[in-house]
């Protein structure tokens, strides 16, 4: 049974998450719990019914539950620090949708903790004794969790005050967190769509060029100095500069990671990242003394434990739009990442942080793979894409990313979810380094098929 995706458990409330996958899912958690589960959820409308699920499987697996009612998943994975977490959110998804997230002190599962909640929802077990089961207790933490991101940011950059900022809240949990906090640090915040609805009728909860429309023209037509953009649990994080140009995510990505490096005294700050985020990363995470090291997708907890587990130090994690704070907790934070790049855009400008980044040009491709043949298809890779790149640096470990000493750079991987093999490529010449590697692929699975 594999019911965890890349963030947790997510799908249909109709046929895939479902009142009784609640229940199962919570069953499995509260008989693995030594202590309180903390359960909270976003504004959708199924939210309210799954959570008394979930409650209910924690309850009848003899764990006491800690309910926290509605609030972003960073201030959920906040509260579950020393005890067990269950957010009810599908993040971006479209209204109909909702999802399982499990936490741990303050850290999604990894995948051993989730293959054991799978094989406890395929076992069917049974509840513990009448009398072993838990209580159930209303909590706060959304007030503890906005001071904790205040006191936080003020280690970064400069005071807020006299700066303008449009917060596009997507009728999301950021409504509940980012405007408060980034007005505690003296900010002058303009809100959009920032009422808590679960159709979310201002814009789709995914926030892209095309659904921040509203937010771009604003800013563009006003004198903020930035736009923010958040998603529907507010993990996600798109910044838009004073012209109403989203930043791409890789260059957020770069300016983060560059001073977290910077500030860090750690002889060997480490960057953990993904496969399919730019060199731009590598290089300035270079100019500032550390280095990066690259996980699968959706696996930057994975990535900070193995680390730590060296006795290395880990600076930053992120992938595009997502980012992990770690002197402020192990979970992804969009609101955190709101205050800090604000404090930092108050610091320098965000011209000026932009300035030392080199954006080249950035495809993505999807090139038709049947799923029976991805395996056979990305083993020849291994050896057909090096060949086509004899100068590139090969690292295998995610698929297949080739880096060239022009700084471009190219990664294939298998679709988890369709049948494509995905092409991430930069470079100077995009097209046609698509183009070489697309027919590569073509061949591959060709041959393979």
Request: charged content about 25%; overall charge negative; some cysteine.
């Amino acid at each position: 049974m594999d019911l965890f995706g890349t963030a947790g458990i997510r799908g249909s409330v109709e046929h895939a998450v479902t009142p009784e996958l609640a229940v199962a899912v919570g069953r499995a958690v509260g008989r693995t719990a030594t202590g309180d589960v903390v359960v909270g959820r976003d504004g959708r409308t199924t939210g309210e019914g799954l959570a008394s699920a979930v409650e209910a499987g924690v309850l009848s697996g003899g764990a006491s539950v800690r309910r926290v009612g509605v609030v972003p998943t960073p201030a959920l994975a906040f509260a579950s620090q020393g005890r067990r977490g269950v957010m009810l959110t599908a993040s971006h998804n479209p209204p109909g949708d909702n999802g399982i997230k499990c936490f741990v002190d303050g850290v999604e599962y990894d995948r051993d903790e989730e293959r054991e909640i799978e094989r406890g929802v395929a076992d069917g077990a049974d509840p513990v004794a009448w009398d072993a089961w838990g209580d159930r207790r209303e909590e706060s933490v959304l007030g503890a969790y906005r001071d904790a991101v205040v006191a936080y940011a003020e280690n970064y950059g400069a005071p807020l005050a006299g700066l303008d900022i449009v917060v596009d809240c997507g009728n999301g949990m950021a409504a509940l967190a980012t405007p408060a906090v980034l007005r505690e640090l003296g900010a002058s915040v303009t809100t959009l769509h920032a009422n808590v609805d679960g159709h979310f009728p201002g814009r789709g909860s995914k926030p892209t060029p095309d659904s921040l429309t509203h937010l771009r023209r604003f800013v563009a037509d006003g004198d903020a100095a930035l736009g923010i953009g958040h998603d529907g649990d507010a993990d996600r994080i798109v910044i838009v500069d004073a012209d109403g140009e989203v930043v791409h995510e890789d260059t957020v990505l770069a300016i983060v990671a560059e001073r977290y490096v910077r500030a860090s005294d750690a002889a060997d700050p480490v960057v953990v990242t993904t496969p399919n985020a730019s060199a731009r990363i590598d290089e300035r995470v270079d100019v500032a003394g550390g280095r990066v090291e690259r996980v699968r997708l959706g696996a930057l907890h994975e990535g900070i434990a193995r680390v730590r587990a060296g006795e290395g130090t880990v600076a930053f994690a992120a992938e595009p739009w997502k980012h992990v704070h770690p002197a402020f907790g192990g979970w992804i934070d969009g609101v955190v990442s709101a205050a800090v790049i604000a404090r930092f855009v108050a610091s320098e400008g965000l011209d000026a942080l932009r300035a030392p980044v080199t954006e080249r040009p950035y495809r993505k491709v999807s090139v038709s793979c049947p799923d029976e043949a991805k395996t056979a298809a990305m083993e020849r890779l291994r050896t057909t894409l090096p060949e086509a790149f004899p100068d590139a640096t090969v690292d295998t470990d995610h698929g297949v990313r080739l880096e060239r000493p022009d700084g471009s750079w190219v990664l294939v991987r298998p679709s988890g979810t369709e049948p494509y093999v995905r092409l991430y490529a930069e470079s100077e010449a995009v097209d046609d380094l698509v183009a070489t590697v697309e027919a590569v692929i073509e061949d591959a699975v060709e041959a393979v098929s």
